[in-house]
């Protein structure tokens, strides 16, 4: 087999194959762009902008009667969109505005009265009262019989005597021990005198079981 005449005769058809597309393309290029209307009707719709204002610019500056609709009259007019606003009541007189102010609905008597100052004579000890005392001492309606008592030990009699004319007292009775409390307590109903002849003391005391006594003090 002649491996150089196959050479050449493949190198002549790729010539001719060469010259040939040569020729197609001169020829392409002498003939120009293909002249389809609707090509160029869609080429020219894409290359223009769309034009923003449709009407044509008009000369001179526009007028207003022209530029825009004539303002139309006023729709709401008063009285028409809207109820009337409510006309104002008359002043009322200041003298007639409220009742006249009746009388004091409390009278003097409706709520009782400051608590009295307690009547009839005070009924106390002497004050202080010392560990080892064996005398007490106090004040008191006179001619009252009264009895001196140890509260700490439920009532315990410790001694009893009657008031003087002057209206002070002075019994007798063991010596006192420290801390103890004394009291001092009367029967008025016995001596035939009334509640209120008695006034009590700073140291009123009211002991269950055991009584009450008018005034009470801590031996100290």
């Known amino acids: 087999m002649d491996f150089t005449q ?32 609707e090509v160029d009707q869609t080429v020219t719709a894409i290359d223009q902008p769309t034009a923003l204002v449709t009407a044509p610019p008009q000369n001179g500056p526009v007028e207003e009667s022209e530029a825009y ?4 009259n006023n729709l709401h007019e008063q009285g028409e969109a809207y109820p009337p606003p409510p006309v104002p009541e008359a002043v009322i007189d200041p ?87 004394l009291g001092i307590t009367t029967d008025n109903a016995m001596q035939g005198l009334p509640e209120t002849n008695v006034r009590p003391g700073e140291g009123e005391f009211n002991v269950p079981q055991v009584g009450y006594f008018y005034d009470t003090f801590v031996v100290r």
């Open 95 to 181: 003298d007639g505005a409220y009742p006249p102010p009746q009388e004091n609905l409390n009278p003097p008597d409706a709520y009782p009265g400051p608590t009295e100052v307690p009547s009839g004579t005070l009924l106390s000890f002497d004050r202080p009262i010392t560990p080892g005392s064996t005398v007490v001492t106090g004040e008191g309606p006179s001619g009252l019989l009264i009895y001196i008592m140890n509260v700490s030990l439920m009532g315990k009699l410790e001694g009893s005597g009657v008031i003087g004319d002057d209206g002070n007292f002075s019994i007798s009775m063991s010596p006192l021990e420290e801390n103890v409390r």
């Open 6 to 37: 196959t050479s050449r005769r493949i190198v002549r058809r790729n010539r001719l194959l060469f010259i040939t597309l040569i020729v197609l393309l001169l020829l392409v290029a002498a003939c120009g762009p293909i002249d389809d209307p």
């Open 69 to 72: 609709p004539p303002p139309q």
